[in-house]
């Protein structure tokens, strides 16, 4: 038999409406190893950690756990099995403390009382802090600590279940080098004691550094396994980005012509800073970057949505102060934004009345909106974007998001900006929309528009830019022009 | 028919599988948007059978003018509900109008214009604080009306010394107890109320941006709308409208009562609820909330005739109400 295996996963597939997030993925974990799980944005890992911590069933395939068959009615199984997990987004309960967070569903309690036995709460919370060494009072409120020391808090936590196996989720996105090297201790310690981890996370050196095998996903698909020491950062990058390109862009060649916006040394406190780019008449600018990166930040900041503490603004060469979206929707910008759902589309309202909410002032007659003139706009942007609904009255609810994803394209080209600001376009949309939305973006630089297009997928990117910027941790890290960029370039400089 | 049309010439045309489902669409849409009406003219229908005092001109009158004051109030309050939020201060704002208006409105004092003006006046401030409070403030609507509902009360009790105001102009009383070819003055007011908040909610940008700011606020917000101007401008015409039904009340019983209006804040988010109003945002019409009114107009008419105790008329509103809410949330689950 050699080896011993801890988790075992064979041919597990996930389906969501739409998209396939698993397609027969396998990961097998060794006792007592750490084990990196790498990919793209979008690869699979998240949906995969999901499932093994019980939150997600998968369609098919097999799971053992400590060589048993493993079948998870929820987290709280998970937990009670010996799996425990470090999650990506902190989620304390801000106003209990330090103990109660630890212990939240799990409270020592006197008999079968009921009543939490507060005081051995603390001072097993105390115990454990003080063994991993963590310099934290277990009395203290959540939230009046540093969100370092919440994520120590969180990753005790995870140590205190006495887990077989931990899955640690992007777990140094939060903190410094510092407290990376005490999580790199306690890792350590825990493998002395046998305990597996499965470590999921962008930094590359860490993953050299402390993960004893890599497995690799790339759009849900299984790439490979291999031991972390015949592995380099090229080598395993390659493995990231592998594909050839299949997908055939609509780019079309536009002119190119002067400065339509220019940014000059922006910074926004803990976000972004001294981020410089300019884009131009005809031009599609790339933004490439990975989620946290910064890129959504600073389009914000451009759109006057949380305007930037430092640095300037030009717009066809004229210094411009943007406070709200409404005065860059003064100055003749627009943004498709990353959420749909959270900061795009009304889903209560009318399709007729999402496209026409941002340029209403257009259609008022006599203090009230022109309905025909309304109607007549409408039409054309259903026409011209091949937009898929009954009639105008419809719910934009109702449509699919392709369809959604038209009618606020839609809203903006009302407008007509001089710069489109498009994040993630595409994001949920399905092929054949998303050929049309970049048929629609040639052709828009075509008549003369800036465009710059967020996107987490790199085909996409390589696909339709001109440029490219690429963003990691708040910095602009390079420039390429559209010959020079290739998936490893872009990677290069995206993970570090 | 004309959206048939519609379909029919439409672009983007899905060939039949879609046209049915449009179809079977239209008629739950229909039934959505006219469905509450269905029940009022049932509940109309249901009384004139049980009761025949119900279904006479002078009965039915009764009953459109006693809601009239409601039903006003809850147009104002069906925008603020729209936008996700809340006015509770209107029972009260009506009570401050009520007092400080009769104070101008003896004979013989002021012209007639004085009361009125200075009654909306109040109203106007009333609500533009609500509003100014909710959306520069960042508190919630619930707490900032609860403050005005409490201390406009308290004001009005300052006001008047605890004591009515009587003795008022017969110009003045004409407001509540007139009437212009055979139809009461409020009765007059609250149908042209009624299509002013129409007008406003369904044609005009105020109206779109009510909907928007419930709908998606952050989104609102991204639109280039000003979501804070628009908020203060709502909860103002809310205001606007607890006067106008504040000044009326005041000329029906002819007397300024501190203790007028208790209650109406929450007879009027009935009115809206059950007109379909959707507390949670983007969902609402002004015909609908007048319906909402008439149906606690009739409700409490047709149960008085059959000689059903107040106590009772209480139990079945809260049903109602209820009810209501529950239809608007299984009718959203299903969408």
């Known amino acids: ?496 | 028919m004309k959206s048939q049309e519609n379909v029919a010439n439409h672009p983007a045309m899905l060939g039949d599988r879609v046209k049915r489902a449009g179809w079977k669409e239209k008629l739950s849409h229909l039934f959505s948007r006219y469905g509450i009406f269905l029940i009022f003219i049932g509940m109309v229908v249901l009384m004139s059978f049980l009761s025949p005092a119900f279904l006479n001109v002078y009965n039915l009158m009764n009953v459109v003018r006693q809601i009239s004051f409601i039903g006003i109030v809850a147009m104002g309050v069906t925008m603020v509900i729209i936008t996700t939020g809340i006015d509770l201060s209107s029972g009260s704002v009506i009570a401050l109008v009520s007092v400080v208006a009769a104070s101008f409105a003896h004979p013989g004092e002021y012209p007639l214009i004085v009361p009125i003006a200075i009654g909306l006046a109040i109203g106007v401030l009333a609500g533009c604080i609500n509003g100014t409070i909710s959306a520069k403030g960042n508190i919630p609507p619930f707490i900032a009306t609860l403050g005005m509902m409490t201390a406009a009360r308290g004001l009005a009790l300052l006001y008047s010394d605890g004591r009515p105001i009587g003795n008022l102009s017969d110009s003045f009383s004409f407001l509540g107890r007139g009437e212009i070819l055979g139809i009461p003055f409020p009765i007059i007011v609250f149908l042209i109320m009624g299509i002013i908040s129409h007008l406003l909610l369904s044609k005009t940008k105020f109206g779109k941006y009510t909907y928007a700011i419930g709908g998606n606020e952050q989104a609102a917000r991204i639109c280039g709308i000003n979501v804070d101007r628009y908020k203060i401008l709502i909860y103002t015409y809310a205001g606007l409208l607890s006067a106008i039904a504040g000044l009326m009340l005041t000329a029906r019983v002819s007397a300024g009562q501190p203790s007028m209006g208790q209650m109406y804040e929450l007879d009027a988010i009935a009115a809206a609820v059950i007109g379909g109003t959707s507390l949670s945002g983007g969902i609402g019409t002004i015909p609908g909330t007048m319906i909402g009114a008439l149906i606690i107009g009739v409700l409490n008419n047709g149960l008085d005739l059959l000689n059903v105790s107040s106590y009772w008329q209480q139990i079945l509103k809260g049903a109602i109400i209820v009810a209501a809410v529950l239809l608007d949330s299984r009718k959203q689950k299903k969408s």
């Open chain 1, 1 to 496: 038999m050699g080896t011993e295996y801890i988790l075992e996963m064979e041919n597990i597939s996930k389906e969501f409406p739409g998209v396939k997030a698993l397609d027969k993925i396998r990961l097998k974990v060794k006792k007592g190893t750490v084990h990196a799980l790498m990919g793209e944005n979008g690869a699979g890992k998240s949906t995969l950690m999901k499932i093994i911590f019980g939150m997600y069933t998968p369609d098919s395939g097999t799971m053992k756990f400590k060589g048993k068959e493993l079948k998870l009615s929820g987290p709280k199984d998970a937990l009670d099995q010996g799996i425990s997990m470090i999650h990506q987004e902190l989620s304390p309960v801000p106003y209990m403390t330090v103990a109660e967070n630890i212990f939240l569903g799990r409270e020592p309690v006197y008999g079968k009382t009921g009543w939490v036995n507060t005081k051995k709460m603390i001072e097993d919370t105390r115990k454990l802090l003080q063994s991993l060494q963590i310099h934290v009072d277990p009395t203290a409120k959540m939230n009046d600590l540093s969100i370092a020391n919440m994520q120590m808090v969180e990753i005790a936590k995870a140590v205190s279940y006495h887990a077989d196996l931990i899955i640690m989720d992007e777990p140094t996105s939060a903190i410094t080098e510092k407290e990376v090297e005490h999580l790199f201790e306690i890792i350590r310690s825990l493998k002395k004691k046998r305990v597996s981890i499965i470590y999921i996370s962008h930094k590359m050196d860490e993953i050299f550094k402390i993960c004893d095998e890599i497995t690799v996903l790339r759009d849900g698909q299984y790439i490979g396994t291999q031991a972390a020491g015949e592995l380099n950062q090229d080598l395993l990058i390659q493995m990231m980005v592998g594909r050839e390109i299949k997908q055939v862009f609509h780019k079309e060649k536009a002119e190119i012509k002067e400065v339509a916006l220019s940014v000059k040394n922006l910074s926004r406190a803990g976000k972004f800073s001294n981020v410089s780019f300019e884009v131009r008449k005809g031009e599609i600018l790339g933004i490439a970057g990975l989620m946290g990166s910064g890129r959504t930040e600073l389009i914000e900041s451009i759109f006057g949505i949380h305007p930037p503490t430092s640095g300037e603004i030009y717009l066809h060469g004229n210094r411009v102060k943007i406070h709200s979206p409404a005065d860059a929707i003064r100055h003749k910008m627009a943004l498709l934004t990353e959420d749909r759902k959270l900061t795009g589309a009304f889903l209560p309202l009318s399709v007729r009345d999402n496209m026409t909410i941002s340029s209403l002032d257009r259609f008022i007659k006599y203090g009230l909106v022109h309905s025909k003139s309304v109607k007549k706009a409408c039409d054309e942007q259903i026409e011209r974007l091949n937009i898929k609904t009954p009639n105008l009255n419809q719910l934009i609810l109702n449509l699919s998001g392709g369809n959604q994803q038209k009618v606020l394209l839609a809203r903006w080209l009302l407008n007509d900006p001089d710069v489109l600001i498009l994040d993630e376009p595409t994001r949920g949309v399905d092929v054949g929309a998303k050929s049309e939305i970049h048929k629609l973006m040639s052709k828009l630089a075509r008549e003369g528009k800036a465009i710059i297009m967020i996107s987490s997928e790199l085909p996409e990117i390589l696909g339709m830019s001109d440029r490219i910027i690429v963003m990691h941790e708040g910095n602009k890290k390079g420039e390429l022009t559209r010959e020079e960029a290739s998936q490893e370039k872009i990677l290069e400089l995206a993970y570090q």
